[in-house]
């Protein structure tokens, strides 16, 4: 049977009740390692296309905007594999628990 929460103070206090302050951190590593990735290669697409399309005259939301879309497209499709093994190995144990 799947747990229902009424809300984020209710899934806290519950966790915290049934499976302790270790069951809060259940998915903290595999978590960590497919963002860390993410954010790093978002950052490094960011910075590197805000700087080319600085020096050329556009307006500085367009630049950002642009700049940010085609990062977190980059950023995504190298590492959408690891975040689809971390979305299923967490699945199956929740099924399998």
Partial sequence: ?????????????TISRVEGPKGLFKGLLPTMLTNA????LYYMFY????DKLSGQERPQAVVN???GVVAAMGATVFTQPADVVR?????????AG
């Fill in 1 to 13: 049977r799947r747990q229902r929460y009424r809300n984020t103070l209710d899934a806290f206090t």
């Fill in 37 to 40: 990735p993410f954010s790093a």
């Fill in 87 to 95: 979305t299923r190995m967490q699945v199956r144990k929740r099924k």
């Fill in 47 to 50: 910075s590197g296309l805000k």
């Fill in 65 to 67: 905007f642009s700049s």
